[in-house]
């Protein structure tokens, strides 16, 4: 079969490349940080620090002896003044000095913190919550009330949301800001690897013509053949990359894990701890670890594979084979932009109303647009976490699947007329002519 | 015995004619040149025996029978305007062509390597396309073109791009292939080597075809009686030199030898380049 041997080119060519390496073992790594990074700094940053001695020049006496030390942030109290300070800072014999001006009549409420190097973050809010703590308190005893009642008082409370389902037994937790995030990730990979993929369809296609192999080509295939032995070599490549990402991401993650203290909260929970630190759920907190771990549970990971999958495949097939033909019409690169703007519109569409879907997945616009065959691929990835109904992905997957096939064979006879065409400014008019002939 | 027909093929693009019933036959183990002006459809009737395009009426045959895909192997085709995949070793990219020709990949391998040492370039199987010069390129070119031992080669311009040296080289390929049983056709607007190479020719102009034959029919079908003459008159002056026009050479002798010693006495042929151009611009008219 001839069109294995092209397949096997457009396959092994881009394989071999310098650049595919390097995207494929630095991406994981980017991945893995993405994953450890805010764990890391979350619950080892005092290890990445130095110790700290910071003096205190409180001028309002209310925090003397009170500020916290903390494993690396000592706190002296000092009996001078701020200028005096200063110079024993530039003098090296404190890291900081933490300036507390007094007021006369109500408590402090501001604080400067002197120092030659940048202090982190941690080191700021920690001060802050310390003060914030004593004022408290402060005022609370001023009032006549016992600090000790508030705290009592103090409570918390959670919604749960729980998805019905018609069957027995299958309410599930749900949660919807993680999946509102998964969703949103999905579709922008979804995004991503159509245009990138798709990109590189068309730049082989232009590549042939410029490069007049192609009349050599076709006097051995057929165009169709060609054409489709491309979508196909690198649609294999794009595979190859997401199966070598995942492997390595694992194994990356895997070693990692082995070699960090912290083995019980990355042994699972970490995976998605970028995500959690952007809903603002701190990690080190047991009671969320177990909601993480829940969240896991409750999503349907295989599914979701399987489905990017899928969606990936026609959406690829459906929009390379679009770029194809456009690679086939224009003789250079700079002439296929009136042609790629309006088909990249079809999938930038969902991409821009992402929110929209996401935080309604169960909206007509949501299914309208997870139906149609150019905004499907980006609309259900944004709907799947949530659990979408089997007869809707399966008639969604049916309509991209036809769709690419009518698309494909539109295409080949645009392609089979461009490539040999040269010299010719092509128009939209010229190519529906094309597809006529 | 022909090897290839072409009959009455007729091609239109939209309303535009661009081959009206061109009948052809190539002999067994001849080389046929395929001439005409740039846009005379020589580049379309190439792609109809490449099975690129499909004629919209009329028949070619191939050894006796109907042209068909499997005969893709049989046929060999350098174009005009050619080209490689630049990033692409040259060594693979040979293979690659010449599997696609459906050869077997270890043997395009063996002979491919061996055409190599032949054209002095096995020193750059490894390097990259890109590296190469034009005319090194068109050297590659030519080997993916011969590779599979097609039956039938189709040249479009071979020449161009290429230094005498190398042209030579070529021509002397070419004859080679022929004696060793390819039918070749031959697509040029060199003239020189129509006469050094062609056994016979079709001129198209505009889709038609307005001449068809052997070189030395056409030139002798295209002569004007012109004869060059060299005598040395009786009175001593020198040899003298002119051109004669007359229906009877005997006569034009009879007359010389009275008047002088006759040194040479030449007929003068059209050159293919001046039948060329004065048909090509009077069916212009």
Known sequence: MKIGIIIEREYLTRVKKRSFLIITFLAPLFFAALMFLPAILMTNSEKFENKKVIAVCDESTLFNGKLENTDINTFIYIDKSIDEAKQLVKDGVYDGVLYIPGTKLTVPTNAELYSIKQQPMTLTSHIRSSMKQIVEHQKLMSSGIDPAIVKASATTINVQQIKMSEKEGGEQKSFSEFEFFLGLFLALIIYFVIFIFGNQVMRGVIEEKTNRIIEVIVSSVKPFELMMGKIIGIALVGLTQFLLWGVLTLAITGIASTFLPTQDVFSGGTVMSEQIAETGVNTTDPDTLTEVFEIIHSINFKDILWCFLLYFIGGYFLYSAMFAAIGAAVDNETDTQQFVTPISLLLVIPMVCSSIIATAPDSSFALWMSMIPFTSPVGMMLRIPFGVPIWQVVLSVALLFATFIVFTWLASKVYRTGILMYGKKVSWKEIFKWIKY | ?285
């Open chain 2, 1 to 285: 015995m022909n090897y290839l027909e072409i009959n009455n093929v007729s091609k239109s693009y939209g309303t535009k004619k661009v081959l009206n019933d061109i009948s052809i036959k190539v002999p067994k183990q001849s080389i046929y040149g395929l001439l005409g002006p740039n846009g005379a459809g020589k580049t379309t009737l190439i792609r109809i025996l490449n099975q690129i395009t499909m004629p919209d009426s009329g028949q070619v045959l191939l050894d006796g029978n109907p042209l068909s895909p499997n005969d893709i192997a049989q046929i060999g085709y350098l174009p005009e305007e050619r080209g490689l995949y630049k990033k692409m070793k040259v060594g693979e990219q040979a293979i690659y062509l010449a599997q696609l020709k459906g050869m077997d990949r270890k043997e395009a391998d063996k002979r491919l390597r061996q055409w190599f040492v032949k054209f002095g370039i096995a020193n750059w199987w490894d390097k990259k396309v890109e590296e190469l010069s034009k005319g090194m390129q068109q050297k590659v070119q030519f080997i993916v073109t011969v590779i599979h031992e097609p039956k039938l080669l189709i040249f479009d311009e071979p020449f161009s791009g290429f230094d005498p040296i190398n042209v030579n080289l070529l021509k002397n390929e070419i004859l080679e292939l022929r004696d060793k049983g390819s039918t070749i056709l031959f697509s040029t607007h060199n003239m020189s080597s129509v006469e050094e190479l062609c056994d016979n020719i079709m001129l198209i102009n505009k889709g038609e075809k307005i001449l068809e034959g052997s070189v030395y029919d056409i030139k002798q079908r295209f002569k004007n009686h012109s004869y060059d003459v060299v005598y040395k008159p009786f009175d001593g002056s020198g040899e003298t030199r002119f051109t004669a026009n007359s229906t009877n050479p005997n006569e034009l002798i009879r007359d010389i030898i009275d008047k002088g010693e006759l040194v040479s006495f030449n007929e003068i042929l059209p050159s293919m380049n001046e039948i060329f151009i004065n048909l090509v611009s009077s069916s212009n008219k």
